[in-house]
T-cell receptor, first 115, second 115 residues
Framework: QKEVEQNSGPLSVPEGAIASLNCTYS??????FFWYRQYSGKSPELIMF????GDKEDGRFTAQLNKASQYVSLLIRDSQPSDSATYLCAVNIRAGGTSYGKLTFGQGTILTVHP | DAGVTQSPTHLIKTRGQQVTLRCSPK?????VSWYQQALGQGPQFIFQYYEEEERQRGNFPDRFSGHQFPNYSSELNVNALLLGDSALYLCASSLGLAGFQETQYFGPGTRLLVL
């Protein structure tokens, strides 16, 4: 089982729709979760982070975390063509003691928003 | 506020050669992590430097080594280059004592091609 898995893409949605991106992780002790957006040929850009169960909203983006199910998702409301990118889910794996910092990424989901 | 910077942006090497990549963290950050991203994959953690020491390491051979300087900037060195080392190399900076709330911000990356 992969440490972090994302729903297979690519995902295509019409402009104005809600895009739903999903991610599961294997380490039950994980405490922090991140969503990055990566445009083609560019580096990952942080969109959101979430630490607690429930929803966290930032503009058109909502991150949802369910630690019992080891599941984290990202919803993009009112999707725009400029949202077309690869979305990477990352989990901060604790290495031991108080040392964090090793982000483990999923393989990414390619999102296309068509006009 | 200066973000994470990396140099060079692109690099072409031949098998067996050695390469050094450089990174300056975001202003106020003291920790640097390095990732390798192959085409179509999520970034893979190489190692993290904090207080000039390697704090964590991923599953990469000893050919990959690094260094952190007193000004928090960092270098990634790869010896005896293989064709499979061709990838986008990403540097991320963060605050080392943030615990599970450590949030990493990526630089633009260095694209390495090994021929």
């Amino acid at each position: 089982q992969k440490e972090v898995e994302q729903n297979s893409g690519p995902l295509s949605v019409p402009e104005g729709a809600i895009a739903s991106l999903n991610c599961t992780y294997s380490d039950r002790g994980s405490q922090s979760f991140f969503w990055y957006r990566q445009y083609s040929g560019k580096s990952p850009e942080l969109i959101m982070f979430i630490y607690s169960n429930g929803d966290k909203e930032d503009g058109r983006f909502t991150a949802q975390l369910n630690k019992a199910s080891q599941y984290v998702s990202l919803l993009i409301r009112d999707s725009q063509p400029s949202d077309s990118a690869t979305y990477l889910c990352a989990v901060n794996i604790r290495a031991g003691g108080t040392s964090y910092g090793k982000l483990t990424f999923g393989q990414g989901t390619i999102l296309t928003v068509h006009p | 506020d200066a973000g994470v910077t990396q140099s060079p942006t692109h690099l072409i090497k031949t098998r067996g050669q050695q390469v050094t990549l450089r990174c300056s963290p975001k202003s106020g950050h003291d920790t640097v992590s390095w990732y390798q991203q192959a085409l179509g994959q999520g970034p893979q953690f190489i190692f993290q430097y904090y207080e000039e020491e390697e704090r964590q390491r991923g599953n990469f051979p000893d050919r990959f080594s690094g260094h952190q300087f007193p000004n928090y900037s960092s270098e990634l060195n790869v010896n005896a280059l293989l064709l499979g080392d061709s990838a986008l190399y990403l540097c991320a900076s963060s605050l080392g004592l943030a615990g599970f709330q450590e949030t990493q911000y990526f630089g633009p990356g260095t694209r390495l091609l090994v021929l």
